[in-house]
């Protein structure tokens, strides 16, 4: 079974930062896609960043040049480093993981419990 923790979270005012960590723990194979997606109140859930295994790296538009994604393959984490944060980036992060475990013998997408990051002055 793979499991996902998210870490980081927590409240900041506007322009601060926040690292959002992600972990993923279980028999794990390989994996592929990995990111964040986000859920303010009352929204749809929204992807953030995302990381391919071979490096290359998608941004929702308002958080181009704010945001930050990176991964560590080999401890199965991927990271979000936030910057200048807004009011409006006040959410539920959920980390996200695309794996392949010998298991269940294909690949399947995971997600985390979230966590809160509030922006608030």
């Known amino acids: 079974q793979v499991q996902l923790v998210e870490s980081g979270g927590g409240s900041v005012q506007p322009g601060g930062s926040l690292r959002l960590s992600c972990a993923a723990s279980?028999?794990?194979?390989?994996?592929?896609?990995m990111g964040w997606y986000r859920q303010g109140p009352g929204e749809q859930r929204e992807m953030v960043a995302d990381?391919?295994?071979?490096?290359?790296?998608s941004y929702a538009d308002s958080v181009k040049g704010r945001f930050a994604i990176s991964r560590d393959n080999a401890k199965n984490s991927v990271y979000l480093q936030m910057n200048s944060l807004r009011p409006e980036d006040t959410a539920v992060y959920f980390c996200?993981?695309?794996?392949?475990?010998?298991?269940?013998?294909?690949?399947?997408?995971?997600w985390g419990q979230g966590t809160q990051v509030t922006v608030s002055s």
């Open positions: 279980g028999r794990i194979f390989s994996t592929n896609v």
């Open positions: 996200y993981m695309n794996a392949f475990t010998l298991i269940e013998g294909r690949w399947l997408d995971y």
């Open positions: 990381m391919t295994g071979g490096g290359r790296t």
